[in-house]
């Protein structure tokens, strides 16, 4: 692994772009494109911005999948200024939401975007946009007294711009969570927490020059940036995919030389589901990143799809993708439920507490907190939300909103979101490890479990499950807590259980919006203690 030298992602890129001029960084589509020309193309956007903007401002990036947005990050990172990342996912006020939320002076906006966009345009308080666009398309512009720019226009300038003092805790980017717990928060990522991180996921990895990272997220997530930022300091490639297809992942990965991927639980578990033929054994990845993953998909990836490392780790857009870390291994499963967390990195301390945020023993579930060891290896806080900033380090730890635990060798479990947890009779029930028991049942496609009120208390709940039976299958809800009976604990078992159709699940990564099960309530489903059933 190459020494980590750097005080910011500008100095890591033109030092790369100086040692491996010629050498391939990107691959995007059919085109490769080496060190030196990255490192130009982002200069030249470095040098049209800083006509526009100064250190310090926000610029949105509202863009789908394509090296012009790592350009534009790359180039607004090299003058001080803040890319702020919006979810192309999102529709309607919630755009306008994001761009205004980070005071952005300009936006960059995709062209397959536009339609979008432009429903909401009015409500957006920008000085201008840059349209990734054809000239024609944006000469039909309204101008709204703003500035419009043709991006191509940005490329044609040459690669030069003034250069500024850039320091480790200056801000980099603002990436936005999921908003599971009212609106996304604005999380503010210094220049150093991308490259702390960075330096321990390339030294865990093993990455080399001669590694090629695939990564397929969309570019508004922590995940891909994982793999971009550690392959620029291995001095390594990269190759971005649009997004990830199960049906031609493997071709993709034979076709660029791939050696390492970085997935997510939400892609890699249909994979196993694919035709044999889709295959490529002559593959060269040699590791993976799924978080979260359970032992059986690490199996079927080292012995069906014979990649030797498969890594998982627990991490978050505050504290970055890799908190925690470790090779999965093989035939062991989590002593308390959950999924593998691993063994926290050297730069961060992490503990599990109760509500009173004291200490819990091993094998206790708690909230996960945490703290950095070096400055700046965190988010520096939550942009326009003083309160919520506070409120989240009280007692001087990041308190994650995740539930754990940690087993008697230091390795975390993540067992979910504590807002999305279910507590019965005062214990934290790990919900996806009902899921997963309830889906390895035969006649089962998908299921989820949520938390409806049990009538013990204002905070006791018991179990819910919505299950998706198999077409054309017939299940009862007695035959499923007969499986349920032998592999989980009697507290773990719903007590009421409704049939649906299908579990609605939001793109990209599949995430359930359980707050909608969760407020159905009881309904109208089965309820074991009224149909007599005896656990």
């Known amino acids: 692994m190459m020494k980590n030298e750097f005080q910011n992602i500008r100095d890591m890129l033109e030092k790369r772009a100086e040692e491996f001029p010629e050498k391939i960084f990107a691959y995007w589509k059919e085109q490769k494109i080496t060190y030196k020309e990255f490192n130009d193309n982002a200069s030249r956007i470095a040098g049209y911005m800083q006509e526009l903007v100064k250190k310090g401002d926000k610029v949105g990036i509202y863009c789908l999948n394509k090296i012009e947005y790592i350009y534009v990050t790359f180039g607004l990172g090299k003058i001080g200024v803040v890319s702020s990342h919006i979810n192309t996912f999102a529709r309607g006020d919630i755009i306008a939401y994001y761009i205004n939320k980070t005071h952005c002076k300009y936006v960059f906006v995709d062209a397959s ?20 666009a054809d000239k024609s398309v944006i000469e039909s512009i309204p101008t709204m007294d703003r500035h419009v720019i043709c991006f191509d226009d940005l490329m044609t300038m040459k690669p030069e711009y003034s250069k500024i003092d850039i320091l480790k805790g200056d801000p980099f980017s603002i990436m936005f969570t999921s908003g599971t717990t009212g609106m996304p928060k604005a999380v503010v990522q210094s220049n150093y927490y991308w490259i702390s991180f960075a330096e321990h996921w390339v030294r865990e990895f093993r990455y080399t020059p001669d590694d090629n990272v695939m990564v397929m997220m969309p ?17 390594a490639s990269f ?7 199960a049906s031609t992942i493997w071709e993709d990965a034979v076709k660029y030389g791939v050696t390492s991927i970085v997935g997510h639980a939400a892609h ?5 589901r694919r035709p044999e033929s889709e295959f490529r054994p002559e593959h060269k990845v040699r590791s993976a990143w799924i978080a979260p993953v359970n032992h059986e998909i690490a199996r079927i990836f080292r012995e069906r799809f014979k990649i030797k490392d498969v890594i998982t780790g627990y991490g978050s857009t505050e504290a970055g ?12 499963k989590p002593p308390k439920g959950g999924v593998f967390g691993g063994y926290v990195r050297d730069d961060i301390e992490c503990k599990v507490v109760n509500e009173r945020d004291e200490e819990l023993p091993p094998l206790e579930v708690g909230e996960i907190v945490l703290r ?5 290896t965190i988010f520096t806080e939550y942009y326009g939300d003083p309160e919520r900033t506070l409120n989240a380090f009280r007692n001087l730890w990041f308190h994650t909103g995740d539930l754990g635990y940690f087993d008697e060798n230091g390795v975390l479990y993540f067992v979910g979101r504590k807002a999305e947890c279910i507590r019965v009779r005062g214990e934290f029930i790990p919900v996806e490890y009902i899921e997963e028991a309830i889906k390895s049942y035969e006649k089962v496609e998908d299921a989820i479990v949520v938390g409806v009120p049990s009538g013990l ?20 809800p007695e035959e499923i807590l007969d499986y349920l009976k032998t592999r989980l604990s009697r507290t773990y078992l719903p007590r009421y259980i409704e049939f649906v159709d299908e579990i609605e699940r939001q793109p990209p990564v599949g995430k359930v919006p359980r707050y909608k099960y969760k407020e159905r309530g009881v309904g109208k489903a089965w309820d074991r203690v009224k149909a007599g059933y005896k656990v």
Do not use: C, Q
């Open 219 to 235: 570019l508004f997530h922590v995940n891909p940036w994982a793999g971009i930022f550690s392959a620029l300091l291995a001095g």
């Open 372 to 376: 950095p060891k070096k400055p700046y």
């Open 457 to 476: 208390g204002p905070f006791d709940e018991d179990v819910k499950a919505y299950i998706v039976p198999k077409k054309g299958v017939e299940v009862k």
């Open 239 to 245: 190759t971005l995919l649009e997004r990830f297809s």
């Open 113 to 132: 975007l536009l339609d979008s966009y432009m429903e909401v345009r009015k409500k957006v308080n920008v000085s201008g946009e840059i349209y990734l």
């Open 268 to 272: 890699v578990y249909y994979l196993p």
């Open 321 to 332: 993708v890799l908190t925690t870390f470790m090779f999965v291994p093989s035939g062991v």
